[in-house]
């Protein structure tokens, strides 16, 4: 496809396309439907991307979710509008494909709190214990993991490890803590956390409840255990959109990405969904590396098929083993 490319495209790709200005008068929705169609691409979105690119999008979800999708299309070109471990996910999973991320700067401060190098050296303390790493990870962190979990399926597979098997959990220090209190397994805690998901405040949470007594608080277990310790629930993206189609409640305080929003109105739009505030004045329950990725990029990204995610074979083959296994436990305990 390169080689196919005109000289003029070629120097806009030596200019760097994503500072070029995307013509106003292009109907950017009809024009990523085409290109979805000439060129056979998917276009995989996370919950947390901007409405607009949910709405275009093939495939809306979680990680978990992302990465079986990613595991069994039969496109040429996935199209991940999501953060840069997301797209390495699904390059590991699709090698002979094409992966395309609309920002190659859409990294995420959780994924980047476990340099593998460091996690490498804490893992050699510990030669005895099995790594399970939370799928919010570098290709280097699966790399060094012997399984992968997501937030839907962590309780699972932390259950199916004998219990005699001791365990280091990585790269969230919050889930961890979460999922100790829930197995009661005693597991070693990598010091890592989300900037978004640790920023909420307790005191404006409480007050926000007092002014919305019948509002449920919905939470993500990246949280910090106290405010995980006054949520009505506790679930995975995908758990926390699920609860609000089933709960009879009309009203909800949301303590999660504000990104899931879209998709808890659309899919409830009888209902009313509050985004749980900051610590502080921003709009920081945004994560602003999701946000990153832009209706504009995607088009150019799409157009251009620039910028890819390419991966050393050595790598792609040591980080899917333990992607692998999770898709096998999931598969038996039928997630
Ligand atoms: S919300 Fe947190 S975990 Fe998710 S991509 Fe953003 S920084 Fe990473």
Known sequence: MFMELTEAKKNLQKKGFLDMEVDVRLDLFAEIERLKKEKNAILLAHYYQEPDIQDVADYIGDSLGLSQQAAKTDADIIVFAGVHFMAETAKILSPQKKVLLPDLKAGCSLADSAPPDLFARFKAQYPDHLVISYINCSAGIKALSDIICTSSNAEKIIESVPKDQPIIFAPDRNLGSYLIKKTGRDMVLWNGACMVHEIFSLEKITKLKVRHPKAKIIAHPECEAPILAIADFVGSTTGLLKFTQRDDAKEYIVVTETGILHQMQKENPNKTFI?????????????????????????????YEQPEITMDETLRIAAKRPIDRMLEISAQAGL
């Open 275 to 303: 985004p749980a505030p900051p610590n502080n004045a921003c709009a920081c329950n945004d994560c602003p590396h999701m946000k990153l990725n832009t209706l504009e990029k995607l088009y150019l990204c799409m157009e």
